[in-house]
Every structure is written in structure tokens, then in C-alpha cells.
């Protein structure tokens, strides 16, 4: 009976640190220095050194997933009218945020681990947005 007891609780054990190790190797989780991030609001956004995709890369979907701090996929292509949901499959939270100076101003406020937001483009354009929580991700939706 003793040694069930040793064995379950090595098993307990070993699952606590793979889940750290998971946990902690998570893309955004940590800022440099090892601190937690802690957003500011009204922030200006990052600036991004990649820039986004060209509309001809965009792929037509309506369904985004964020998972290790990133939109995927970055770039979608939808027509007037449609409606583009966001699942975060992701520990963490994120938001969706359009960049300051866009046509249209929308903001899904915290998404937790496996929720979704979703937002209807009424209009044409090109509509990038960020990760207005952990500010590593960018993606864009052109709308036509």
C-alpha cells in the first residue's frame, strides 16, 4: 500500500513540472527580465518589424485561432458583411484590438483560454489589428 502511495505521488510530481515546463516555455508569458508583462491602458501599440501580409497572401476564412501568442492566420480575406470569430486556444489571455488610425475601432476586450469573440466588417478595407494583452502578435483582415 506504501508504495501506491510513493508511486502516485511521483506521478503527481512529474505532471506538476512537465506542466510548468509547458507552461512557462509559452511564447509571451515572460518579458525579458523574467517579470510578468502587465499591459497598460490607452498604451500606444508596438511597433511591429515585420510588416503585414500583402492581401494576395491573405487566405479566405472567417475563423482566426490564437494559440502561442500569434493570430493564425495572420492575413484573412473576407467579403462586406461577414463576421470573423477569434478563438484563443491559448493558457493565457489575449484581446483583439484594431491599430490606432483604422477605419473602423474595435476592441474584444480579455478573451480567456478557450473562448472566442467574433465582429461583423460592414465595410471594405484593410483592417490590421494586435494583441493589445501580451503586444507581440499582429494579423490584418482585408475586407472586399
Not at 28 to 41: D, R, V
Not at 66 to 95: C, K, M
Amino acid at each position: 500500500m506504501e508504495n501506491n502511495v510513493k508511486v502516485v505521488l511521483a506521478v503527481v510530481l512529474v505532471a506538476i513540472v512537465a506542466f510548468g515546463v509547458y507552461y512557462m516555455g509559452q511564447p509571451g508569458l515572460l518579458s525579458q527580465n523574467g517579470a510578468t508583462p502587465t499591459p497598460k491602458i490607452g498604451e500606444a501599440p508596438p511597433i511591429f518589424t515585420s510588416p503585414l501580409p500583402n492581401p494576395t497572401d491573405a487566405i479566405s476564412t472567417t475563423d482566426v485561432k490564437i494559440l502561442y501568442g500569434s493570430f493564425n492566420p495572420q492575413a484573412i480575406r473576407v467579403t462586406v458583411g461577414s463576421t470573423v470569430t477569434w478563438e484563443n486556444q491559448d493558457g493565457v489571455i489575449h484581446s483583439i484590438t484594431s491599430m490606432p488610425g483604422s477605419t473602423y475601432n474595435f476592441t474584444s476586450g480579455i478573451i480567456g483560454g478557450r473562448q472566442t469573440w467574433s465582429y461583423t466588417f460592414s465595410g471594405p478595407g484593410t483592417y490590421p489589428y494586435y494583441d493589445d494583452t501580451t503586444r507581440q502578435a499582429q494579423g490584418v483582415v482585408y475586407v472586399g
